[in-house]
């Protein structure tokens, strides 16, 4: 038998022991699509991965996939089956392996473990899919046999309100890094991750395109905590770096990046912005109510271009170059089916 030093084997394929043969072999592992050595992900087709979910139950009825859905959503089944139950048991796998990890501490120290929430950062462009992915997450995970408290918090809240953007000259930079009151943020990813029994979140409107006056979303000590945003990537200033200050990026065990082709997410944004022409944008309350008598053809055209001035830059100079940061990324191709997942070696 050839024998093989190690750095002349290809990552995609795996040694065995033929019990039949009485030798080890060298077996193309169908697990791992990896052509170069030096990526920092194995890749995974829809199929290969779907084949992770080993016996993973679907504990999510189709009535409570329903209660789940926003606006246009479509999300199907046979996605939750495929994607997200291999992720809800990949994330399984590392929550119990760090909640080990604090055990082991406690032990050599003779203490009791302290209620350390275990924090998962969803980040990806507008309108590509966080926040159905993050509720979706959060459903799965709470229905584990632990029955975890699973917690959802969106980094919109920490948008500077309207009154302040305004005055800053940033109301065309929504969702930039610099519309976020990001030392608020690390502030309070900071006081969650140390277990504090009661932290105050602020609210986002999407009706009233403004932080809600007066109105916080109080966490207790999750076990698990999802924060969801286009920010969450994001390693902050130089300034920041220089002084050492944290970034928001540094408070995750876990990070998934969604992403998709820019034109691809530009059409669900189109798609959703036609949706809410026929719904929220009638509100009276709704920022956009001025939106709600377009034409089909005006109300595109108009998303197109706020799509082009706004959150296609965004995506291009500010999250896109995040992406590698995540150690999972879901590439969605058209109707959100989930074609290829990319998960970090290390
Ligand atoms: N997996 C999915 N299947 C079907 N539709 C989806 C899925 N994920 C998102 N959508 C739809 O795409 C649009 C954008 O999704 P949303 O979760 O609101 O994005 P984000 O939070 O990134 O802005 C919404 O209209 C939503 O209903
Ligand atoms: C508030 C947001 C930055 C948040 O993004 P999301 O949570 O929808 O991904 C975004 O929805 C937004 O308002 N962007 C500014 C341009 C626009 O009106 O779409």
Not at 192 to 199: N, R, S
Not at 316 to 336: F, M, S, V, W, Y
Request: glycine share 4%; with cysteine; proline share 5%.
């Amino acid at each position: 038998m050839k024998s093989y030093r190690k750095d002349e084997l290809d990552p995609g394929y795996a040694l065995r022991f033929d019990l039949a043969r009485q030798t080890i072999i060298m077996q193309k592992d169908f697990s791992i699509r990896q052509s170069d050595h030096h990526s920092r992900y194995l890749v995974f087709s829809r199929e290969e991965w779907a084949r992770l979910r080993a016996s993973t139950p679907l504990t999510l009825s189709e009535e409570r996939l329903l209660s789940l859905r926003s606006l246009n959503d479509r999300i199907s089944l046979m996605e939750v089956e495929q994607i997200y139950l291999p992720l809800s048991r990949l994330l399984n796998l590392y929550v119990t392996a760090v909640q080990n990890l604090h055990t082991a501490t406690a032990t050599f120290l003779a203490r009791s473990a302290a209620q350390v929430p275990y924090v998962i950062g969803i980040a990806g462009s507008v309108a590509v899919g966080k926040s159905t992915t993050a509720r979706l997450l959060q459903a799965l995970l709470s229905d584990w046999p632990s029955r975890p408290h699973v917690e959802l918090i969106t980094t919109d809240g920490f948008l500077w309100p309207n009154r302040v953007l305004e005055e800053r000259n940033l109301m065309q930079q929504k969702g930039f890094p610099e519309s976020y009151d990001v030392k608020r943020l690390v502030r309070c990813l900071a006081a969650l991750k140390a277990g504090t029994p009661e932290v105050q979140v602020p609210m986002y409107s999407h009706l009233i395109y403004d932080i809600i006056p007066d109105q916080m979303q109080t966490i207790h000590q999750p076990d698990i905590l999802i924060v969801e945003g286009l920010n969450v990537l994001q390693t902050g200033d130089n300034q920041s770096r220089q002084h050492n200050r944290p970034f928001v990026s540094d408070f995750f065990d876990f990070t998934i990046y969604v992403d998709a082709e820019e034109k691809i997410i530009e059409h669900w944004y189109l798609e959703r912005f036609l949706t809410l022409r026929e719904t929220a944008f009638r509100d009276p309350s709704s920022y956009f109510k001025r939106y709600a008598d377009l034409s089909v053809d005006e109300a595109m055209a108009t998303a197109h271009s706020i799509w082009a001035a706004i959150n296609g830059p965004n995506l291009q100079e500010n999250i896109l170059p995040t992406r590698e940061r995540a150690q999972l990324i879901l590439r969605k191709g058209k109707d959100h089916f989930t074609e290829e997942v990319k998960l970090r070696k290390l």
